[in-house]
């Protein structure tokens, strides 16, 4: 029998909102068993680049990634969220290690090529990119891994990468080995049939259920790539993707996601 491992998302709405982000630190604590933790700030690093003078540029929830913006996210994320979010957990109990990518090896990416757009500095990961002998050893020695958002492409070149897809792509490597979890969380309770109600959330979403809200519009913006990423765990062979309220991850309410 695998263990069970629980690999955990949280955004920049949630890390944003310090009243917030302390009740989500306390409910992760509360999570019982082997867990990761992978945290986003894209919302929080948009502000801080607008405030130095440098306008966000995002195309298809991704951001453009130039020198000066690699800078100041690799502060952000690897820095100060990272830090604090480890430091936080530490206060609970949990003994948290950051990383980044390049820290052990933990996750080599492969720079974007240009094609119809240049992203710059952004990272693309296969199931490959992830050094598992590595978190395994760190999860039995009771560490609870936390990833931002900067992968490196082992030629001293930081790089940028979309959180949503570093959780996907960590719970496929670790499906071997573990039965994983993946619980994207965010400000609403799950996925929403409406996204103006916050009550109408669906309790579970197949493929086809996802593609036909996509084409009437009823699922849009940061939704898309996380159902995306979150079906291409799910197809890959983890057990289990879920999608809910990042102060709600210990209560039933959320979508859980089906084949068919
Ligand atoms: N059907 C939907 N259900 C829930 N949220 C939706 C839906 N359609 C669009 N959204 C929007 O997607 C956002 C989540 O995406 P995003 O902001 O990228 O999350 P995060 O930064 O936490 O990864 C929600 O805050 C919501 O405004
Ligand atoms: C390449 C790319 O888009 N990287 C993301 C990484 C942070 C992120 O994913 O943050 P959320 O999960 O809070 O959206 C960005 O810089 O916005």
Redesign the pocket.
Known sequence: MKEQLKIV??????LDDPEKLYQFVAEFHRLPGLKVLVH?G??GASTLLQSLGIEPQMVN?RRITDAATLDVVTMFYAGKTNKLLVALLQERGTNALGLSGADGNVLRATRRPIGAVDYGYVGDLTDQSVNTPLLQTLLSGGLTPVFCAITHDGQGQLLNTN??TIASVLARALAPFYEVALH?????D??????HDDSSVIPQITLALFQE?KASG?????????LENAFAALDAGVEKVI?ENALKINEPVKTVLCQS
């Open positions: 998302k949280i955004g920049g709405g949630i986003g894209g919302k929830g959180a949503d994207f969380c965010f400000e609403k799950g996925v929403l049939a409406d996204v809200l009823a699922i849009a913006a940061g939704m898309l790539p996380k999608i």
